[in-house]
């Protein structure tokens, strides 16, 4: 089942054509679909209900991959709660709906003052990734007449995921404390007045495409909760982070079935049997990824000698995955291609002054030219999160579709927003 399709000769966000929105909200502009959000919710937790039976599995959505308002309300709806990794996605998490008791906060670094919101918010959880931060938690949360609960974000030196950047579990990487100081931590915090740790995270990295990874720091996790208990310490609670990977090449259906869902919770499952201890997860990219796409409109053709430029209006600002990971994006034509159409082989790339703003080179698409909308899709995740204004772009649209409604649920930044809030020092003009 997918929710962006081909009708009538032309590309739909569920019931909308995606013409209608290009028209009225202008491109480029993120396209968001609420059912598949909903689907893919829903597909997740009822997996993970399952893996420790009797026992609430608490799932928290990594708002990093996508905080749209609308997104978040409507997982929010859904019960979800939130993983956060600042003080202003606490901020806009708590905007959205979701309960301070449904909110944990990662992070490799924490400000002070983050901490404060965080406990004066009263957060569920805390997920610990330094002794500094240990000690400057219970501080702050002293100070504040209050316990703050917390786990340890465990690095358990196996690292996986699509590309070196986005791997986090190996012990090269900044996050987390070691297997090693987890023990000695667990037991200076038990004498510890503002903080109240209440078992162990983890989060080994993105877009994880084989159930093997997740197995190989689940056990260790799972072998370091019985060693804590054995030395006399209390852990209630496992949090198994994100990162469970998605389609992004499958040309007509990118909905990833429940396959490595199952998979992945019937291996969770297996391996906690009997552990006794509250489950979490942490999903980003799998319940958004493939709710959104980056509409854009094709604006010059630049056919060189060896090969053909496609200069879109979109830019690696908007989506800044292919030039930080070479991700690759399915590009569709909103027009549906004729069956048997001719092809070209494209570079598509964006108006901003970087060889790098190249979205993919030599892609084959129908013959397109100026006016013409494509869409790259799988883009709902670490997309519109993570885009700027290099070059002085304003931040784009983002637009959420229900059935045959769609809602602006972010308006392009205008320019009074994007210069105006600049001060010129006083010893110039
Ligand atoms: C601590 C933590 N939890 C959850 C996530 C979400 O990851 P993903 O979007 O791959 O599920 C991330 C990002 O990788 C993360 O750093
Ligand atoms: N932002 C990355 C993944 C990193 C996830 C956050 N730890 C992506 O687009 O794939």
């Given at each position: 089942m997918h929710h962006f399709a081909y009708r009538d000769g032309a590309l739909f966000a569920e019931d909308v054509d995606l013409r209608e929105i290009a028209d009225k909200v202008g491109t480029p502009v993120y396209v968001y679909s609420s059912a598949t959000i909903e689907r893919h919710y829903r597909l997740y937790e009822a997996a993970m209900a399952s893996t420790a039976p009797g026992k609430p599995a608490h799932v928290f959505y990594a708002m990093k991959a996508n905080s749209n308002l609308g997104v978040l309300k409507t997982l929010a709806a859904l019960g979800a709660g939130a993983d956060t990794v600042s003080e202003g996605e606490i901020r806009k998490a708590l905007a959205a709906g979701f309960p301070a008791s449904k909110i944990v906060?990662?992070?490799?670094?924490?400000?002070?003052?983050?901490?404060?919101?965080?406990v004066e918010a009263g957060i569920y959880q805390v997920n610990i990734e330094t002794e500094g931060e240990l000690d400057l938690l219970s501080k702050v949360a002293q100070r504040l007449g209050k316990r703050q609960e917390a786990v340890f974000r465990v690095?358990?030196?196996?690292?996986?995921?699509?590309?070196?950047?986005?791997?986090?579990?190996?012990?090269?990487?900044?996050?987390?404390?070691?297997?090693?100081?987890?023990?000695?931590?667990?037991?200076?915090?038990?004498?510890?007045?503002?903080?109240?740790?209440?078992?162990?995270?983890?989060?080994?990295?993105?877009?994880?495409?084989?159930?093997?990874?997740?197995?190989?720091?689940?056990?260790?996790?799972?072998?370091?909760?019985?060693?804590?208990?054995?030395?006399?310490?209390?852990?209630?609670?496992?949090?198994?982070g994100g990162g469970l990977g998605i389609p992004y090449e499958v040309p007509k259906d990118f909905d990833h079935g429940p396959g490595l869902i199952e998979?992945?919770?019937?291996?969770?499952?297996?391996?906690?049997?009997?552990?006794?201890?509250?489950?979490?997860?942490?999903?980003?990219?799998?319940?958004?990824?493939?709710?959104?796409?980056?509409?854009?409109?094709?604006?010059?053709?630049?056919?060189?000698?060896?090969?053909?430029?496609?200069?879109?209006?979109?830019?690696?600002?908007?989506?800044?995955?292919?030039?930080?990971?070479?991700?690759?994006?399915?590009?569709?034509?909103?027009?549906?291609?004729?069956?048997?159409?001719?092809?070209?082989?494209?570079?598509?790339?964006?108006?901003?002054?970087?060889?790098?703003?190249?979205?993919?080179?030599g892609r084959e698409l129908s013959a397109l030219k100026p006016g013409d909308l494509i869409a790259f899709m799988t883009a709902g995740a670490y997309g519109a999160s993570m885009s700027s204004t290099y070059n002085q772009r304003p931040l784009v649209a983002e637009v959420l579709v229900k059935g045959d409604k769609f809602a602006v649920t972010r308006p392009r930044q205008t320019y009074e927003e994007l210069i105006g809030t600049d001060r010129a020092p006083p010893w110039l003009p």
């Amino acid at each position: 089942m997918h929710h962006f399709a081909y009708r009538d000769g032309a590309l739909f966000a569920e019931d909308v054509d995606l013409r209608e929105i290009a028209d009225k909200v202008g491109t480029p502009v993120y396209v968001y679909s609420s059912a598949t959000i909903e689907r893919h919710y829903r597909l997740y937790e009822a997996a993970m209900a399952s893996t420790a039976p009797g026992k609430p599995a608490h799932v928290f959505y990594a708002m990093k991959a996508n905080s749209n308002l609308g997104v978040l309300k409507t997982l929010a709806a859904l019960g979800a709660g939130a993983d956060t990794v600042s003080e202003g996605e606490i901020r806009k998490a708590l905007a959205a709906g979701f309960p301070a008791s449904k909110i944990v906060f990662s992070g490799v670094g924490k400000a002070e003052s983050e901490l404060a919101f965080a406990v004066e918010a009263g957060i569920y959880q805390v997920n610990i990734e330094t002794e500094g931060e240990l000690d400057l938690l219970s501080k702050v949360a002293q100070r504040l007449g209050k316990r703050q609960e917390a786990v340890f974000r465990v690095n358990p030196d196996i690292g996986a995921g699509g590309h070196a950047k986005i791997t986090t579990g190996s012990s090269a990487n900044k996050f987390g404390v070691s297997f090693e100081e987890v023990h000695r931590l667990y037991a200076r915090a038990a004498n510890m007045a503002g903080v109240r740790i209440m078992g162990l995270a983890v989060h080994i990295g993105s877009q994880i495409r084989e159930v093997d990874a997740f197995e190989a720091a689940y056990t260790k996790m799972r072998d370091l909760v019985l060693a804590l208990r054995a030395e006399g310490h209390r852990v209630d609670r496992l949090d198994l982070g994100g990162g469970l990977g998605i389609p992004y090449e499958v040309p007509k259906d990118f909905d990833h079935g429940p396959g490595l869902i199952e998979a992945y919770a019937g291996m969770v499952a297996k391996l906690m049997q009997g552990l006794d201890a509250e489950l979490g997860f942490e999903p980003g990219r799998l319940i958004v990824g493939n709710a959104g796409i980056l509409l854009t409109k094709v604006l010059h053709l630049n056919p060189r000698p060896t090969k053909e430029f496609l200069v879109v209006d979109a830019a690696m600002n908007d989506l800044m995955r292919p030039a930080m990971y070479e991700a690759y994006h399915e590009i569709w034509p909103v027009a549906e291609p004729a069956e048997g159409a001719k092809t070209i082989a494209y570079d598509v790339v964006g108006p901003i002054c970087e060889s790098g703003d190249t979205f993919t080179a030599g892609r084959e698409l129908s013959a397109l030219k100026p006016g013409d909308l494509i869409a790259f899709m799988t883009a709902g995740a670490y997309g519109a999160s993570m885009s700027s204004t290099y070059n002085q772009r304003p931040l784009v649209a983002e637009v959420l579709v229900k059935g045959d409604k769609f809602a602006v649920t972010r308006p392009r930044q205008t320019y009074e927003e994007l210069i105006g809030t600049d001060r010129a020092p006083p010893w110039l003009p």
